[in-house]
């Protein structure tokens, strides 16, 4: 599926951009093959509007902010947070036509994070993360960077059991023991899907010093969301009580590139442990999820009959049925790069 050509999951909102990033002034960012520029109003709010001045279509992201609009480095222009442009400069005495006026998105701050969806008309809203209201949970910021793969593989990766003890061997897993612990409870949602399933997972020193287990190896309860189309909640209980959730989107920037938003909510403290011990496992832990997914075909295809599956891919089966229905639901049918799927007779 090529995300930039599904018009749907232009209405669904996605992480963008950390909000501290907008104190250096108005930032550029490529949503779905879309460029947005984001800043911070005279509310101190984030806005969204599309990059690029309808004068002489300068790039407004290397403009700065004014009086809370954006203005445009060329011919000083500045256009409103709500996309309309409210000074010209040259013609200061003249009233300024309605079309004079750029594309501008709903736009959000939550976790840290601007959130912006395409669309004046979202299919969902924002997920509201019990943790965050929890005096007993802090949030750790923990990465942000992007990767050159699609972002549905990079969601069923996260679901996936079966690669584990290959991929993560002596990090996650063990290759001498790769038969997975089964999914319980896998079931659909209106957002997605939901299930619940059993990690067994080696212990290495730097998970010891992030979990405070020092058990070789140790087996945890995991629960476990994906929101359509690339969002996952993830929220794992170890056997001293230790909750780690982690949150993560793969946010499309295009078609082979994702932006990948990732923040933990943990019920201990920086004195337990520090942000830096618990990022630092999973550091190794993504570095090889990575290395693995840019060497795959960016463009994941919905129709099951395009790829081979087992038991433990069943989560990214059903991810591919709900996103199916998603676009038959909206009239849309599946844009795959041309010559790349063989299906099997």
């Known amino acids: 599926m090529l995300a930039t050509a599904q018009p749907v999951l232009r209405r669904f909102w996605y992480p963008v951009i950390p909000l501290s990033y907008l104190d250096a002034g108005p930032q550029p960012f490529t949503l779905l093959g879309e460029p947005l520029v984001i800043w911070l109003d005279q509310n101190g709010k984030p806005a969204a509007v599309y990059d690029s001045c309808c004068h002489r279509q ?7 902010v004014v009086d809370g609009n954006i203005r445009c480095p060329y011919h000083g222009w500045q256009f409103a947070p709500n996309g309309q442009c409210v000074v010209v400069p040259q013609q200061p005495q003249s009233p300024i036509p309605e079309s004079y006026r750029v594309g501008s998105y709903p736009c959000e701050e939550r976790y840290g994070y601007v959130w912006v969806c395409l669309s004046e008309a979202p299919l969902d809203v924002i997920p509201d993360f019990s943790e965050a209201h929890d005096p007993n949970y802090r949030i750790i910021h923990a990465f942000y960077e992007v990767w050159n793969c699609g972002g549905l593989r990079l969601m069923e990766n996260a679901f996936d059991h079966g690669h584990h003890h290959f991929v993560h061997n002596g990090s996650l897993g063990d290759r001498l023991n790769p038969v997975p612990l089964p999914y319980d409870d896998l ?3 209106e957002r997605g899907i939901y299930f619940e399933s059993p990690l067994y997972t080696h212990n290495n020193e730097r998970l010891q010093k992030s979990v405070h287990i020092s058990d070789s190896s140790i087996q945890l309860k995991r ?5 359509l189309p690339f969002g996952m909640y993830a929220q794992m209980t170890l056997p001293n009580g230790l909750i780690h959730t982690v949150v993560m989107y793969a946010t499309p920037i295009t078609d082979d590139q994702t932006q990948v938003v990732r923040f933990y909510f943990r019920n201990d403290t920086e004195a337990d442990t520090p942000a ?17 997914l840019e060497a795959t075909n960016y463009d994941a295809p919905l129709d099951l009959r395009a790829e081979v599956h087992i038991s433990t891919d069943k989560p990214g089966m059903l991810m591919r049925r709900k996103l199916a229905a998603l676009l038959s639901a909206h009239g849309e049918t599946e844009q795959l790069r041309r010559g790349i799927h063989a299906f099997p007779a």
């Open 58 to 64: 300068s790039k407004l992201s290397r403009g700065i």
């Open 187 to 189: 079931q659909e949602t």
């Open 223 to 227: 629960q476990v969301d994906w929101y």
């Open 276 to 292: 830096a011990d618990a990022i630092a496992f999973e550091r190794r832990v993504l570095n090889e999820d990575r290395a693995v």
